[in-house]
């Protein structure tokens, strides 16, 4: 299986912030890499896809980049509506694998 | 606009068994295969196995092979998981998802379903 590693695991920013997450992946996923925002008690929503295409309705703040085993994820302007959970996901082989999570605070 | 509608929450012994259905609306439910993905309390996502809406072919998780089952009823538009020999520590949030084309990732969830196992 594809192992995927997030850092950081936690991570305290203020209103304003630049904000990066990165995902690594054992092995290269290609392009296969997507990322979801969860705040608690809701569905994960689908952010980025495709490691770099912006899923419809996303704000532009939030983008990706990277391709094979090295992948970040910027938000441009930390919002406090953007307190949440957030997790890469690889879908280049089954068993699609999720990195473990990084949570956001304020 | 399209909408994934989940079962309700159950309450189960260890040993059941639990049926949980997705049903799906406002979009051609045979375009777009699903995902399932569980959440245990407090921890992350873990995906479960991937089912064809259009042929019903099935790919699981190596952990969840021989307990679970993932079907479709293409007269309802609902996509089923069925998970078998239950323990306590399957209690978690089952969520559906349909795929997108591009590179399959998950893009509309149902709300989540909470099976607690417990005797």
């Known amino acids: 299986d594809i192992q995927m590693t997030q850092s950081p695991s936690s991570l305290s920013a203020s209103v304003g912030d630049r904000v990066t997450i990165t995902c690594r992946a054992s092995?290269?996923?290609?392009?296969?890499l997507n990322w979801y925002q969860q705040k608690p008690g809701k569905a994960p929503k689908l952010l980025i896809y495709?490691?770099?295409s912006l899923q419809s309705g996303v704000p532009s703040r939030f983008s990706g980049s990277g391709s094979g085993t090295h992948f970040t994820l910027t938000i441009s302007s930390l919002q406090p509506e953007d307190i949440a959970t957030y997790y890469c996901l690889q879908t280049f082989t089954t068993p699609n694998t999720f990195g473990q999570g990084t949570k956001l605070e304020i | 606009q399209v909408l994934l509608v989940q079962s309700g929450a159950e309450v189960m012994k260890p040993g059941a068994s639990v049926k949980v259905s997705c049903k799906a609306s406002?979009?051609?439910?045979?375009?777009?295969?699903f995902s399932w993905v569980r959440q245990a309390p407090g921890q992350g996502l873990e995906w479960m196995g991937w089912i064809s809406t259009s042929n019903g072919n099935t790919n699981y998780a190596q952990k969840f092979r021989d307990r679970v089952t993932m079907t479709t009823d293409t007269s309802t538009s609902t996509v089923y998981m069925e998970l078998r020999s239950l323990r306590s520590d399957d209690t978690a949030v089952y969520y559906c998802a349909r795929e997108e084309r591009v590179v399959g990732a998950p893009d509309y969830w149902g709300q989540g379903t909470l099976v607690t196992v417990s005797s």
């Open positions: 495709a490691a770099s």
């Open positions: 092995q290269s996923v290609s392009n296969y």
């Open positions: 406002g979009y051609t439910f045979l375009n777009y295969p």
